[in-house]
């Protein structure tokens, strides 16, 4: 077996805290590896389903639970280095391995003898002397099962894998053609003419993509999110704005071998067939079951809460946009390009809080201190960087993190700037998950952001939304690095969809509370406090365009639910149906969905938020709710409150049901009024 010898993907990695040896693995050692560790997974699981013994915990669930750990470990490093420094060599083997993986798992939890053991133990669970976190493991593991099929009749199977499989293939394809559009689009601005309106700090940004590119002489606006809405909201060119808008809109959307409609028409049919298998009307339906919202209807009423009023609020807020273009002689309606632009203006006038000014106060350096404080605070935890070694690209910083007492917690990579051969948007993931089954395992755990990196020399400058997407996948990031488990699926953020953006969207508020500002936004080239009248202003400028931001973001969410319960989704065309759902729902003409379907990677680039993007809106009630304990307690960093946030949302993982888990937190259950409150849509008649 020389794939095993020389293949430093299934070697014991004699590395600091074990990081994957990055510099040692080339593409090609891929395929084998996967070949190899899921043959040695299947071996393993055949063990345990032909065991002689019968079953008990240890020898089927947590043996289960065990095998596997090579496999796992190729997978993370694999799917981490797709999403974060991709290559074609490594989107070839992505567009193999993608369905592979998928066939061998549905193999898996089709195995009808390893499952008839989990049956047995599931419906004796109750009497089986089971501690609480192994009863969870237990249920968890056999819903796994069960919602990948294992209680299919024979005939049924077959057909169910190559679902899976037919799946795992279409959702690769949509994200690598999202990628292709993005990086294939730019727009060259050449002079000062085409530069109108755009801060120094966005000039050098465009001006470092235009390099990136062999563009000489000229700066470049591609369509990643850290370009392209500063462009819209700075520019004063509303030809280009409108260009790079419509480009940025239709990603996704083009005839030839990018386009993703008829894959996501596919992807609809398929989880179709998924779900009435099950014997469920439609996907929404079997994806609500394992979430904590449960069932549609109880989406749908949250949803309903906030769309009426957020469409009031928005049109509020576009009769300002409308006054404002007219104080500045522009006499045409607002359109969708023309939104971010006025809302600037009437941002900058009305509470005076300007981006220009804020960026110098916001390095990504003092905010990375901010957010590190922020945990030592909370949390007891201290950041030590190691320079000294070297991650998968140079940008990337390995911190080790040191709990109270000094007690080693866990690594964390902070991945921080925009490339072109990276997914767009910022997400937290792991190359290694904290476990107690093999002594103590330290989890590793990284973030990804696309900030426009600053000039050779000089400091990356955030903007607010960053600082707070910077707090928000550190948040996710403290969910991994706390998590005190035993067992790897029940770890950090293992937890159901609904309930894992709590830790995330909670850790935004610290971003903007005064007592962290005050210690962390230091002027990057004085070392000057922001002033407590800019921190003033900022705090009444966080209700300013909620309309505009929760119409964009709950459309898209009542979208995705209403696609995916249809009845019947064969054939459906995805653009009619977008545009006659925006209708239905009173979309209003001047906002265009945050994500269009053509792009919307969440719910066809896998199928974890597919009849789940309302999850951001479900944990905001939970983080609304959730912050104001503190705020109660009339300190942002009370022990008290901070020492049963760690126990039951940061370390609990998956092991506690998450309505127990708030309300072991909170005291109570979760009221939606902060909620509304936070995004001002209590009373929609004060002005915001
Ligand atoms: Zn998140």
């Not at 679902?163 to 293939?169: D, F, G, K, N, S």
């Not at 945050?594 to 974890?608: D, E, I, K, M």
């Amino acid at each position: 077996m020389t794939e095993s010898t020389d293949n430093p993907l299934l070697q014991p990695w004699q590395t600091p805290y074990g990081l994957p040896p990055f510099e040692r693995i080339r593409p090609e050692h891929y395929g084998p590896a996967f070949e190899h560790a899921m043959r040695a997974h299947r071996a393993h699981v055949d063990a345990i389903a032909e065991s002689s013994e019968p079953p008990t915990f240890d020898n089927t669930i947590a043996a289960f639970d065990r095998c596997g750990g090579e496999l796992g470990r190729v997978e993370r490093l694999f799917f981490n280095l797709a999403a974060s420094e991709t290559s074609p060599a490594l989107q070839a083997v992505e567009r193999e391995m993608s369905p592979r993986l998928a066939s061998h798992y549905s193999a898996i939890h089709l195995h009808a003898t390893l499952f008839a053991r989990i049956e047995q133990l599931f419906q004796r669970r109750e009497e089986l002397p089971l501690a609480p976190e192994q009863l969870r493991l237990v249920e968890r593991i056999h819903l796994d099962f069960v919602r990948e099929g294992a209680r299919l009749p024979a005939a049924a199977r077959t057909r169910y894998a190559a679902i899976v499989e037919r799946l795992a293939e279409l959702t690769t394809r949509f994200s690598q053609n999202v990628l292709a559009d993005e990086s294939s689009y730019r727009l060259v601005l050449r002079n000062e003419r085409d530069l109108a309106g755009l801060p120094e700090d966005l000039r050098a940004a465009a001006r470092a993509a235009a390099q990136e590119r062999g563009e000489a002489d000229a700066w470049v606006i591609t369509l990643s999110r850290s370009l392209i809405v500063p462009f819209l909201t700075f520019s004063d060119r509303r030809d280009l704005r409108e260009q790079a808008f419509n480009a940025w809109i239709h990603r996704g959307e083009h005839d030839g071998e990018h386009d993703n409609r008829p894959l996501a028409r596919e992807i609809l049919k398929l989880r179709n067939e998924q779900a009435r298998s099950h014997g469920y009307r439609h996907y929404a339906d079997y994806a609500l079951v394992d979430r904590m919202a449960g069932t549609p209807d109880a989406v749908a009423g949250l949803l309903k809460q906030v769309w009426e009023p957020a469409k009031a609020r928005a049109a509020v807020e576009r009769d300002a946009l409308r006054a404002m273009a007219l104080a500045h002689g522009a006499e045409h309606a607002i359109e969708p390009w023309d939104w971010r632009y006025y809302a600037e203006k009437v941002r900058k006038a009305r509470h005076r809080v300007d981006d220009a000014v804020l960026k110098p106060f916001f390095s990504l350096e003092r905010m990375l201190a901010a957010a590190f404080d922020t945990a030592h605070r909370l949390f007891g935890l201290r950041f030590i960087e190691r320079p000294d070694i070297r991650a998968y690209h140079a940008d990337v910083r390995i911190f080790e993190v040191r709990g109270r007492d000094d007690r080693m917690v866990g690594i964390f990579l902070s991945d921080n700037y925009a490339r072109p051969n990276k997914r767009g948007g910022a997400w937290m993931s792991a190359y290694r998950w904290q476990s107690r089954v093999d002594g103590e395992t330290l989890p590793i755990v990284v973030n990804n952001n696309n900030f426009a990196k600053g000039p050779a020399g000089e400091p990356t400058l955030l903007s607010a939304d960053d600082v707070r997407t910077l707090f928000h996948e550190f948040g996710h990031g403290l969910h991994g690095l706390l998590s005190q488990v035993t067992y790897e699926r029940l770890s950090g953020t293992h937890v159901l969809r609904d309930f894992v953006e709590l830790p995330s969207q909670l850790f935004e508020h610290w971003a903007f509370e005064p007592a962290v500002l005050k210690r962390h936004a230091l002027h990057h080239g004085t070392n000057e406090p922001l002033p407590d009248e800019l921190i003033g202003r900022l705090k009444e400028a966080r209700r300013f365009n909620q309309g505009f931001e929760t119409v964009e973001y709950t459309a898209c969410a009542l979208v995705d639910m209403a696609l995916h319960a249809l009845p019947d989704a064969d054939g459906v065309d995805i653009t009619a149906f977008e545009r006659a759902e925006l209708e239905r729902i009173g979309m209003p003409r001047e906002i265009v969905l945050r994500h269009r379907l053509p792009h919307f990677g969440h719910l066809f680039a896998s199928s974890g938020y597919a009849a789940g993007y309302y999850v951001y809106m479900w944990a905001e009630v939970l983080d609304a709710d959730g912050y104001d304990a503190f705020v109660e307690a009339g300190n942002p960093f009370d022990p008290e409150v901070a020492d049963r946030l760690l126990r039951y949302v940061y370390s609990s993982g998956g092991t506690l049901p998450p309505a127990e888990a708030y309300r072991s937190f909170r005291g109570r259950d979760p009221r939606v009024e902060p909620l509304l409150a936070q995004r001002g849509l209590a009373d929609i008649r004060q002005p915001a």
